[in-house]
């Protein structure tokens, strides 16, 4: 496959998209006293404020001027509101301050006491990549991240999750083309694998014959070393940049790891020029590293061969479907229902083997991981006191250079969660963010849950219930004894959605799901208190805020933007309260490379995203009164512009207009505080609407909305299609019905068609598998036929 045909074509570059391509420090900056010390004022002015609001508004119109029953009620509101809205601000600038403070105490393990740590490391790690119906250029930048990891026992398995029979030829060449990724991979860094493994056993051979380095070892070294930088930079002149990810992973993975190989022959070169001589074993450290770089066992696999595995169309059923089978041997057999694995316990009998490692590292499919990411964690998990920590990883960044105002906007946003991520981190109410992550294997198996679903075992390491698997699966691990700690450095980075539509898929996913989590960390910490573990208030605040503020601060804004309350409860002091929190915004932004004026279009991103939230919500109410799970919707990663359902699109329009009516009726009641309340929202709004979903985008999507309602699919020619597609599903009821219903028909009609051979082998494995309904239907046919014979 052409490079032309693997990479996605670019986008067009927008008005007001980001200029900047440099990414963030690795390390993060020291934060000065200055900028800790108004972190803390910060919080206590929002507290101060929340209280002298209650005080001089609320109790004072109480005590002063009853207002009747409606009053009281609409105050009581309102306060609510204003309570949870102050209680997630106040959340937000905790976990800030958490950040600050670890930012200033993180100090980076120098680079010789890693290479001295990983010597004689011998537990493996593999990396599993969750990948469905991704374009093969985005997933080959995301393996190749994780195979130029250094590391001794490294894996890298492509966990593909298309289906094993395309419906179409895009999708045959598509799918062709990403399972020949490892392979590839793998066949390119052969070459330079053999290569510094052969130096480093020469090197070693030498150190035991003569036991001293000599000039000429230490000149092979540094020739291997630019040896190694110039493959990277190569490869790195040979690559296609299409857009702002194929830059990134040009100049920071291949390039950033060629520049700090150059920076070790420097050194080496130095060495040499001042006729120093390092010693065995650290010459011995830095070959075991160029052949670790280069060194990889890459491969691929489809849990959709098999009618064994579970077939949940979710990002975790796919991980746990590959767990499940590591550390153990199988056998495939051919059935009528499919392939089906059995478990073996002589390897010699085996038809393959799943190696077990001591850690797994999840990477999403669009998802870029710099050097150092894996030994570094690793590291960390290895470091004494760290032996309960389950999960460690480096909450992902933004790639920089976006061509479109939403992804630059919403590219902002999760920056800005990195920040809180690393501040919760201090607090004890770290949750597992599933873009990236290191995990021990061992935490997960003290998690899993083993079900039998149709004869065959399913083993659930990572929670599906909800479609915020990483979330729950925390809790989990919590209730076990297990903790999650979030690495302070930017190691990590992934793909943000780069359209409206796109967007709406990602954000009603993450809407949907922390409600139902709740009762788990109600449970886990009557558990802890039982265990006599020490919890501390604020975890249990940032947690709870964490799954559960979406859903008050949605149906909050909706009150505030849809009733309109007595202005008695107005007061300068309520933004007095917030004032400190998008100050804080405000800083952060500029910190992450951004604007200062971002908060505003902050604000209007939120509120476009307004009818988003309270559908995540309601999904998350629906599967609790009903128990259904709720369907894995993927993000689209598609080359044009996904289409938005159409309320999504329609719902900003009217927040324009009833802010617009709101502001007509305010100014003739000359209530200027609700006014220029809705005034901005308006303004702010609409500027959400032009800039991030498009007024022409926005009327297309109207329209297909449209089209999409009043089309009315042939249920019968589906209903066909889809069980002609599903292999083995059903043989048994078809090849039954078939035989029942012979060849006969009505008297004067045409003959009928042949009927279908019956499937024995359907039959013999299924049973029979016909409804009460079927079996009634296909009686009375067989008396039909045979009244009819007698007459």
Request: net charge neutral.
């Amino acid at each position: 496959m052409t490079d032309d045909e693997i990479a996605p074509r670019a986008r067009k570059r927008q008005w007001g998209a980001e200029r900047r391509s440099e990414p963030m420090s690795i390390v993060h900056a020291r934060p000065s006293v200055a900028k800790i010390a108004w972190g803390r004022i910060a919080i206590v002015l929002t507290v101060v404020f929340w209280l002298i609001y209650v005080v001089t508004t609320i109790i004072r119109e109480f005590i002063e001027a009853p207002g009747g029953f409606r009053f009281t009620m609409e105050a009581i509101g309102y306060l609510i509101v204003v309570t949870f809205l102050t209680f997630s601000a106040s959340m937000y600038l905790l976990a800030r301050q958490g950040a600050l403070y670890r930012f200033r105490d993180h100090r980076r393990v120098p680079r010789a006491e890693i290479d001295r740590h990983f010597r004689h490391h011998a537990g493996g790690i593999t990396v599993l990549v969750p990948s469905y119906a991704e374009e093969p250029g985005v997933v080959r930048g995301t393996l190749w991240s994780a195979a130029l990891q250094e590391y001794a026992d490294l894996r890298v398995v492509l966990l593909v999750d298309d289906p094993v029979v395309p419906k179409t030829d895009e999708d045959r060449v598509r799918l062709e083309a990403t399972l020949a990724l490892p392979g590839q991979i793998e066949d390119a860094l052969r070459g330079p694998s053999a290569r510094f493994a052969g130096a480093r056993e020469a090197f070693e051979r030498g150190i035991r014959d003569g036991g001293q380095v000599t000039a000429s070892q230490l000149a092979g070294l540094a020739d291997d070393y630019e040896s190694a930088a110039v493959w990277l930079e190569t490869m790195a002149d040979e690559e296609p940049v299409v857009d702002h990810v194929d830059e990134f992973f040009v100049d920071q993975v291949l390039m950033g790891l060629a520049s700090e190989l150059r920076l070790s022959l420097l050194a080496l070169r130095a060495a040499i020029d001042q006729q120093a001589l390092p010693s065995a074993d650290r010459m011995l450290e830095l070959h075991l590293r160029l052949e670790r770089i280069f060194s990889v066992k890459a491969s691929s696999f489809q849990r959709k061969r098999y009618a064994s595995l579970s077939h949940e169309a979710n990002k975790a059923m796919n991980l746990n479907a590959y767990i499940g089978l590591m550390g153990r041997g199988w056998r495939t057999e051919e059935s009528a229902a499919g392939t089906l694995l059995r478990r073996v316990e002589d390897l010699s009998q085996a038809d393959f083997f799943v190696p077990d490692t001591t850690y797994l590292l999840t990477l999403d499919a669009d998802s870029l991981l710099l050097r150092d990411y894996c030994v570094r964690l690793v590291y960390f998990l290895e470091e004494p006191g760290n032996e309960r920590v389950a999960v460690t990883q480096t909450p992902y960044s933004s790639f920089r250079g976006a061509p479109t105002r939403i992804e630059r906007i919403a590219g902002a946003t999760t920056d800005l969660q990195h920040i809180l991520h690393q501040g919760m981190s201090y607090y004890g109410a770290t949750f597992w963010v599933g873009a990236n992550a290191v995990i021990r294997k061992r935490a997960i198996e003290d998690i899993v849950e083993i079900e039998t679903v149709g004869g065959f075992e399913i083993a659930t390491y990572i929670q599906d219930r909800t479609v915020i698997e990483d979330t729950e699966s925390s809790i989990d691990l919590g209730a076990h004894g297990w903790t999650l700690i979030n690495y302070p450095e930017r190691l990590s980075y992934s793909a943000t959605p780069p359209d409206f539509g796109s967007l709406v898929v990602q954000r009603r996913r993450w809407a949907n799901g922390g409600l139902l989590i709740m009762p788990k960390l109600w449970k886990q910490a009557r558990d802890r208190r039982f265990r006599r573990e020490r919890i501390l208030v604020r975890e249990m605040w940032l947690r709870t805020n964490y799954m559960a503020s979406i859903a008050w601060a949605s149906f909050g804004l909706l009150f505030l933007l849809a009733y309109p309350y007595d202005s008695r409860l107005l007061s300068p002091v309520v933004f007095l309260a917030a004032l400190p929190y998008f100050i804080a915004m405000g800083s952060d932004l500029r910190y992450c490379g951004h604007r200062f004026s971002d908060i505003f279009r902050i604000y209007g991103f939120n509120l476009v995203l307004l009818p988003v939230n309270l559908a995540g919500v309601l999904k998350s109410m629906q599967q609790a009164l009903t128990g259904e799970k709720i369907p894995f919707v993927r993000t689209p990663k598609v080359k044009d512009r996904t289409a938005a359902p159409a309320i999504y699109v329609i719902t900003p329009y009217l927040i324009v207009a009833f802010s617009l009516l709101t502001l007509w009726r305010d100014v003739l009641a000359q209530n200027w505080g609700n006014a220029a309340f809705a005034a901005f929202n308006a303004v702010l709004a609409f500027y959400a609407i032009r800039a991030y979903i498009g007024i022409r985008n926005s009327f297309v999507d109207i329209w297909l909305g449209m089209l999409n309602w009043l089309y009315v699919p042939d249920r019968k020619q589906a209903k066909a299609s889809d069980a002609a597609g599903a292999p083995g599903a059903g043989a048994a009821a078809a090849g039954v019905a078939g035989a029942a219903a012979g060849s006969a028909g009505p008297a004067g009609e045409a003959p009928p068609a042949a009927p279908k051979p019956v499937d024995w082998e359907g039959i013999l494995y299924h049973g029979d598998r016909r409804l009460n309904r079927d079996l009634r239907r296909d009686n009375d046919r067989r008396r039909r036929a045979g009244s009819r014979a007698g007459s």
